[in-house]
């Protein structure tokens, strides 16, 4: 059974930086596309950003600029770094995987 774990979830004050991690179960390469998403309570889960089998990245324009998606082939990991955190960007952040969806990692954004 495929498993996304994600990581790096926590409390960050405005203006900070934070990484999120995504582990995978099964190689990365057997992914054809991977992404973020993102969710707070009451709303529809947004998408954040993706990476493509060409490494092609996609953002959202509210987080483009600010964030960076990328992998590591060889710990097959999906990583999110996000720059300039903004309280808005305070959700709980899902990793994605084709149709296969990680738990969630909850990042607040306060001061």
């Known amino acids: 059974q495929v498993q996304l774990v994600e990581s790096g979830g926590g409390l960050v004050e405005p203006g900070w930086s934070r990484r999120l991690a995504c582990k995978t179960s099964?190689?990365?390469?057997?992914?054809?596309?991977m992404g973020w998403y993102r969710q707070v309570p009451g709303k529809e889960r947004e998408f954040v950003a993706s990476?493509?089998?060409?490494?092609?990245?996609n953002y959202s324009d509210s987080v483009k600029s600010r964030f960076t998606i990328f992998k590591d082939t060889r710990k097959n990991t999906l990583y999110l770094h996000m720059n300039l955190l903004e309280p808005e960007d305070t959700a709980v952040y899902f990793c994605?995987?084709?149709?296969?969806w990680g738990q969630g990692t909850q990042l607040t954004v306060s001061s």
């Open positions: 990476l493509d089998g060409s490494d092609t990245a």
């Open positions: 994605n995987g084709d149709v296969y």
């Open positions: 099964e190689s990365i390469w057997k992914f054809n596309t």
